[in-house]
């Protein structure tokens, strides 16, 4: 079935270095949409961004992904974290079912 | 931007008591879906609608059910709660399975 892997699940770094989150998914429809989703403290999930274009970058909010269908991977990434990025970001993916499947999260963590 | 409300926002239970949890939309979105989230497992799905009169299980239904009377209302009924579904539940909407917009949660503890 679908699934998607997020293999850490706990990230500290240090303001200003390079954020990446690992993301890997399975499935077997051949265009599915991949996503990563944010939740800061106390606060609920909220879509950060999207793709469905195989090697094509998505930008939002100074987060990029690409999705790799060669790979199945979509990884987040960020030029220099911020303290404000702290926070649970969930990689997930979606086919033509109307649901979505999660991964079980990674927390980012970032320090002054 | 959709905006998803969940009532209650806190909920003490007894073990073996009914619990209902409600979530309300107001964007008409076709789809609704109840998760549940802890720590170490992220957002579990646990059942899902895809309009008026229809509930889909999703990945971990045992021990829930779901109701969804209108377009607008969607609800997660526990018959008899138990300890084990102390967690955050979360209720969210969408026009398509692309993007979910989810409400703020609501913190179930069941003693």
């Known amino acids: 079935g679908d699934s998607v892997t997020q293999t850490e699940g706990l990230v500290t770094l240090t303001e200003g270095l390079p954020v990446m989150l690992n993301c890997t998914y399975q499935t077997i429809y051949s265009n599915p949409f991949l996503f990563w989703y944010v939740q800061h403290l106390n606060e609920s999930p909220r879509l950060l961004l999207k793709s469905f274009t195989d090697n094509k970058r998505t930008e939002h909010q100074g987060f990029h992904a690409t999705l790799h269908k060669s790979s199945s991977s979509f990884h987040l990434q960020k030029s220099s974290a911020q303290l404000s990025d702290s926070a649970l970001y969930y990689c997930?993916?979606?086919?033509?079912?109307?649901?979505?499947?999660f991964g079980d999260g990674t927390q980012l963590v970032v320090k002054p | 931007e959709a905006a998803v409300t969940q009532s209650p926002r806190n909920k003490v239970a007894v073990t073996g008591g009914k619990v209902t949890l409600s979530c309300n939309q107001t964007n008409n979105h076709n789809n609704m879906y109840w998760y549940r989230q802890d720590t170490g497992h992220g957002l579990r799905l646990i059942h899902y609608?895809?309009?008026?009169?229809?509930?889909e299980k999703g990945d971990i239904p045992d021990g829930y059910k779901a109701s969804r009377p209108s377009q607008e209302n969607f609800s997660l009924i526990l018959e008899l709660a138990t300890p084990s579904q102390t967690s955050v539940y979360f209720c969210a909407s969408g026009a398509s399975s692309y993007e979910q917009y989810f409400g703020p949660g609501t913190r179930l503890t069941v003693l």
């Open positions: 997930a993916l979606s086919r033509s079912n109307n649901r979505i499947f």
């Open positions: 609608s895809y309009g008026a009169g229809s509930t």
